[in-house]
């Protein structure tokens, strides 16, 4: 019989993906215990703080594409959108994490829930070197838009490419800091799991000259 599908930030899921989602939180919880993956008072509420959280990046861009997940620590989004792209016949994410044992639960993590990613000991200003190419990005509590532009500018050369980023309350004095340097197109994704957030979708950017730049913003 096959298994009935569940909701997920809008997505429909099956069963097989919910029980990995469930076991990567099992798991994530564990090693949580004795490292610091994600800030300790969001501990209580990692369903819905982290994963539901996570997924958001995915339902703006399902599909099998290729993913590079910067900074990825404690697997948000970079294991949620590789757990989701199990259901699919391609895909993958590539995972970018400089700390060694970070690294270790990333392979743990994508290793037993039958995830579609991989793991790259690397820095995030390395990584284009490694991972010339993909077809979208994803960042969560990484880095300020400024300095997330600056990672990201090798990929998003192609005009192919585009990124995705959680922000939270201040987001829009990141976007002003970023005024001047880039020339950007920008969509802001309401968040349907915290009120004061939003995700930023950059459908393609240019550096300029000091002063030359602009951030246009469509909702």
């Keep these: 019989m096959a298994s009935q599908p569940t909701e997920l930030i809008g997505l429909r899921v099956s069963r097989e993906t919910t029980e990995r989602l469930e076991h990567f939180t099992q798991l994530f919880l564990k090693w ?14 990692v369903g819905n703080r982290h994963i539901r959280d996570s997924a958001q990046i995915y339902a703006l861009a399902p599909g099998p594409k290729t993913w590079i997940d910067l900074g990825s620590g404690g697997g948000f989004p ?12 391609g895909g993958w994410v590539h995972l970018v994490e400089s700390n060694q044992k970070k ?21 995030i200003e390395d990584a284009p070197a490694k991972l010339p190419t993909c077809d979208a990005i994803s960042a969560r509590a990484v880095a300020d838009l400024s300095l ?28 002003a800091k ?42």
């Design 103 to 123: 690294a270790a639960f990333l392979r743990v993590a994508l290793q037993e829930t039958g995830a579609r990613g991989s793991v790259h000991v690397l820095r």
């Design 178 to 219: 970023a005024r001047g340097r880039y020339d950007v197109d920008l969509v802001k994704h309401q968040s349907i799991v915290e009120a004061d957030s939003v995700i930023l979708e950059i459908t393609r950017m240019q550096q300029l000259s000091q002063g030359a730049g602009a951030i246009n913003v469509a909702r």
């Design 32 to 45: 949580a215990k004795t490292m610091n993956l994600v800030a300790p008072s969001t501990l209580g509420d």
């Design 148 to 175: 997330l532009l600056q990672f990201i500018e090798p990929w998003m050369a192609s005009g192919m490419t585009r990124a995705f980023f959680h922000k939270g309350r201040d987001y829009e004095s990141e976007v």
């Design 78 to 89: 970079g294991v949620i959108t590789a757990i989701l792209l199990a259901e699919t016949a």
